[in-house]
């Protein structure tokens, strides 16, 4: 019997080679659709992808909203809250106005100021030199004397006096009071009708830094700051004092950990905050 033409061929000899020859011309034809799947690939990723990134990048820029970091008001940014600390320096220009001033240019910083009239009187150099920096002043009044202006009704006429005496040194007519003590209970709905009347607008604080209090601890009064900042648009009440000053770079710092941007009061966008909550201040 011929093996190699039996019916059990696999048993008796080795298999017939024809079929392997199959093999190699299907393996050529897979090893050409991979590599013309590969460079189209490549064509695809470096000819026309460009164009249509370039189209994307276009798009998108035009989408990206346009803050003006000149407006000190609250605004959000792709969603996220822009938080906003302003400080403000009460019972000034005084000896350490000069002091003030260089610790907030080496902070980069600007504040907003509230100047009493005997004071402006006292140190009008000052006054030219916080204007000339930049910074914001705003009146505090004459007397700084509850009963004269608040029970005698001179609040509006004080005010009226210290931004003349401003006017008259930098040219400048500001219209924001910080009302000595707070404007209650001393504001009443009369008298925020004259303030009104008379163009001025009233700003309290929403944090008090303590400086009053710890007059001996810079530490303490950083730390108040900084602990009490929680919301998105503060207002913090300082005064020139050492203590005050000294507590600036910490203050700064920790603020701008938590997230918050330094601005100055802006006219042209006034928030209205005060603690007798009258909309017309």
Excluded: C
Excluded at 18 to 33: A, D, H, S, V, W
Excluded at 179 to 190: A, C
Excluded at 205 to 212: E, F, L, N, Q, T
Excluded at 257 to 264: D, T, V
Aim: avoid cysteine; glycine fraction near 6%; hydrophobic fraction near 35%.
């Amino acid at each position: 019997m011929d093996p190699f033409t039996s019916s059990h061929a696999s048993e008796l000899g080795p298999r017939p080679r024809t079929k392997k020859r199959k093999f190699l011309p299907r393996f050529f034809l897979l090893l050409t659709l991979i590599f013309l799947g590969v460079g189209g690939y490549i064509a695809y990723r470096y000819v026309f992808a460009p164009e249509q990134q370039s189209t994307t990048a276009s798009q998108s820029i035009t989408e990206v909203p346009v803050v003006s970091m000149e407006k000190a008001r609250v605004e959000k940014w792709n969603g996220v809250t822009k938080k906003v600390a302003y400080l403000t320096f009460e019972d000034g220009p005084s000896e350490l106005t000069s002091d003030l001033l260089q610790t907030l240019d080496q902070l980069h910083t600007r504040a907003t100021f509230f100047y009493l009239g005997t004071q402006v009187d006292a140190f009008p150099k000052e006054v030219k030199a916080t204007a000339k920096a930049g910074h914001y002043i705003g009146l505090h009044g004459e007397t700084h004397d509850y009963d004269t202006l608040y029970e005698k009704g001179k609040y509006v006429s004080e005010m009226q006096s210290v931004q003349q005496k401003i006017h008259a040194l930098t040219q400048l007519t500001p219209h924001l009071t910080r009302p000595p003590y707070g404007s209650t209970p001393g504001i009443t709905k009369k008298m925020a009708s004259a303030i009104h009347s008379s163009d001025f607008r009233v700003w309290d604080w929403s944090i008090d830094s303590m400086d009053w209090y710890y007059k001996d601890s810079a530490k303490e009064v950083a730390n108040t700051v900084i602990r009490r900042a929680e919301r998105p648009f503060e207002i913090i009440l300082l005064h020139e004092q050492p203590q005050a000053i000294k507590a600036l770079p910490a203050i700064v710092a920790g603020l701008q950990k938590k997230g918050y941007q330094f601005a100055i009061y802006d006219e042209d966008f006034h928030i209205p905050y005060n603690f007798a909550q009258y909309s017309n201040l």
